[in-house]
């Protein structure tokens, strides 16, 4: 086991490189040089042009700023904002705790209703829930979800006023936030109704998020489950005369549902990074809308930053997941 | 040369025959699908509207009717029998801008395909075929593009190569290749110590021949499933691009344009939003459909079953 996981994290090395070097080339590669794409079309001075390369290091050998990029990155410099002034990785902190919830709210909706839909859509195969969940789950997996977040908004918010059209909380309500999580927050230190204002602003957005996971693990959960289903060992622990129930909640479910926990898992890595169209839509203050206010005002600096510490984290999901494959599934080891 | 002549006439007819027999067997693993039928048929239904956009469509998409801005679906109440599915805030026929917008989107799918596909076919079969250093060095290069969200990293390429439908198209295809690249590594690895692949190669056939003629068309079929696959997902991402405002610019009748463009009326005119997206949703659908009926009538593993 200890190989093993050394081999994997060995192979993040290359990885690493390739990503920070990603990151690193592509402000450079932008048509002039950043600071004039910063400017825009007001234009500067090049007095003020000479101070601003200087002052970036954009006039350093290439190699010399792609090094002094990766020390920074080692010892938590990912740069400063060209436009609000203050350090990627902080901005990062703050509205990443907002991008996590919703994922993680997300997720659990989508695995909740996803893994025992994908059950008995397999059990009862050919029946007219199996046909029906499935039709779903192919309505849900071909959704663009930006135009799914807007006919709920039109819907609950619109014509049912149930839930609120965007952000996190209503203004009314203040209080320190400890964790960072808006429902853990308002729970604990929030005054009275914070915690309903908290999850009627979290239902949309996380329905939308999840639609597509949930789509993926329904059928994933279905099609794994009918490949066991058909194994031997269910057939025998048939023959021997187990109750159905027994045979497929022990039997067949823990094998079926090692591919299943890894497309939860990859699907998690990219949602706490994907989130960005619903960000956008709901007007969430997390990443993904960060990233996207970056790249429209040219904030080049926490572009380059931010793709840096999304693809860390994407990184490092899919690392864990991996290594909870090697956990549940000694085969992979021993390769 | 002398090897490559073309076969005499007797033996062509049976090779077409025997062409014909596999399409049929084709069609009949394919249509045990229903739905796989019907998405083929929707997807058939939309070629044919993009093809024949001009005849089709009411109204030129980019013309504005400015007495008639916001219009209504024709059956609402103030609706006008003229606009179909109402007009939008400046006075576009929707239904018109709907049908071309059926162009936009196939063709991005198809091109976002065409490259993708091609280029992680290539790099795939070099990589399953010559293992090593190669196969080291495109693998870890897949990684590092598999590392970045799909949708995040095709945005900051939109932002370098600036906006637009043929930059998003670059981008999206860029982002998608590594399927292409993976399953086809998988596929020539498993088949490359065959024994036609070891006969073919005793026969003196060169490494171009091996990897492109004699494996890579025995790895087809998984191919085509990512296909389809892919040319659903290129029409979201590029809709998604569009919606974002760093795809297709307006007045583009692209569905993900239009979108963005009626986001400030969702609340007033119900028709502007919901149009656009169901087109997206339909066309996606159907595609998924048929990727599906795909899946089930080329794997041989549920074939026998």
């Known amino acids: ?335 | 040369m002398t090897n490559e002549v073309s076969p005499p006439v007797p033996l062509a007819a049976p090779k077409s025959a025997g062409r014909m027999a596999r399409l049929s067997e084709f069609w009949f693993y394919f249509s045990v699908n229903k739905g796989a039928v019907i998405g083929f048929g929707v997807l058939v239904f939309l070629m044919l509207v993009a093809i024949f956009a001009p005849v089709l469509a009411p109204h030129a998409p980019y013309q504005q009717y400015r007495e008639a801005l916001l219009t209504p679906p024709s059956w609402q109440t103030g609706g006008n029998s003229m606009f179909l599915l109402g007009t939008d805030a400046v006075g576009r026929d929707l239904l018109s801008r709907l049908i071309y917008g059926a162009r936009f989107s196939l063709f991005i799918g198809l091109i976002v395909v065409t490259i993708s596909m091609v280029t992680g076919v290539i790099l795939g079969v070099l990589a399953g075929y010559f293992r090593g250093w190669v196969d080291a060095l495109i693998m870890r290069i897949m990684d590092i593009i598999l590392a970045f969200p799909p949708l995040l990293l095709a945005l900051v390429l939109v932002a370098i190569l600036g906006p637009g439908l043929f930059n998003a198209m670059i981008a999206i295809a860029l982002v998608l290749q590594p399927h292409f690249a993976r399953l086809t590594r998988a596929a020539v690895m498993s088949e490359k110590n065959r024994e036609y692949v070891v006969a073919s190669k005793l026969a003196g056939a060169g490494h171009l021949r091996l990897m492109f003629k004699t494996i890579l068309p025995n790895c087809l079929a998984p191919l085509i499933v990512q296909g389809t696959l892919s040319f659903s997902n290129a029409i979201l991402e590029a809709a998604a691009l569009g919606f974002l405002g760093m795809g297709a610019q307006p007045p583009t009748p692209e569905w993900g344009t239009m979108l963005a463009e009626a986001r400030e009326f969702i609340l007033r005119a119900w028709w502007v939003v919901t149009f656009p997206g169901l087109a997206i949703l339909i066309t996606v659908l159907a595609i998924n459909l048929v990727g599906d009926g795909l899946r089930d009538a080329l794997d041989p593993k549920l074939k026998r079953s």
């Open chain 1, 1 to 335: 086991m200890f190989r093993y996981i050394a081999s994997r994290v060995l192979l993040l090395i290359p990885t690493f490189i390739g990503i920070s070097f990603i990151a690193f080339i592509f402000i450079r590669l932008l048509p002039g040089d950043p600071v004039i794409a910063l400017a825009g079309e007001r234009g500067m001075t090049p007095e003020r042009h000479q101070l601003l390369m200087e002052q970036f290091g954009f006039n350093r050998p290439i190699w010399e700023q792609y090094f002094s990029f990766v020390w920074n990155i080692f010892h938590g410099d990912f740069g400063t904002s060209i436009a609000s002034k203050r350090a990627v990785l902080t901005d990062f902190l703050t509205l990443f705790p907002a991008t996590l919830e919703l994922s993680i709210c997300a997720m659990l909706f989508a695995t909740i209703i996803g893994i025992p839909a994908g059950i008995f859509a397999a059990v009862k195969r050919g029946s007219v829930f199996d046909q029906l969940s499935m039709g779903i789950a192919l309505v849900g997996y071909s959704m663009p979800i930006f135009w799914w977040g807007i006919l709920l908004i039109i819907l609950f918010a619109g014509i049912l006023h149930w839930t609120p059209v965007s952000g996190r909380m209503d203004l009314i309500y203040f209080f320190k936030p400890t964790t960072g999580f808006m429902l853990i927050d308002s729970l604990i230190s929030g005054p009275k109704g914070a915690f309903k204002s908290a999850f009627s602003h979290l239902v949309l957005p996380t329905i939308v998020l999840g639609t597509i996971p949930l789509a993926v693990i329904a059928r994933q959960t279905r099609s794994a489950m009918l490949e066991v289903l058909g194994e031997d060992y269910v057939r025998t622990a048939r023959a021997k005369g187990l109750a159905p129930r027994r045979v497929i909640g022990v039997h067949a479910l823990r094998n079926a549902m090692i591919p299943v926990i890894t497309t939860i898992g990859l699907q998690m890595g990219l949602l706490m990074a994907g989130a960005i169209l619903t960000e956008t839509i709901f007007s969430w203050p997390g990443i993904g809308k960060w990233m996207i206010d970056a790249i429209a005002k040219r904030d080049y600096v926490v572009v380059q930053g931010g793709l840096m510490l999304v693809a860390l984290i994407v990184m490092t999901v899919n690392l864990i997941v991996d290594l909870l494959y090697a956990v549940v599934n000694p085969r992979i080891r021993v390769k």
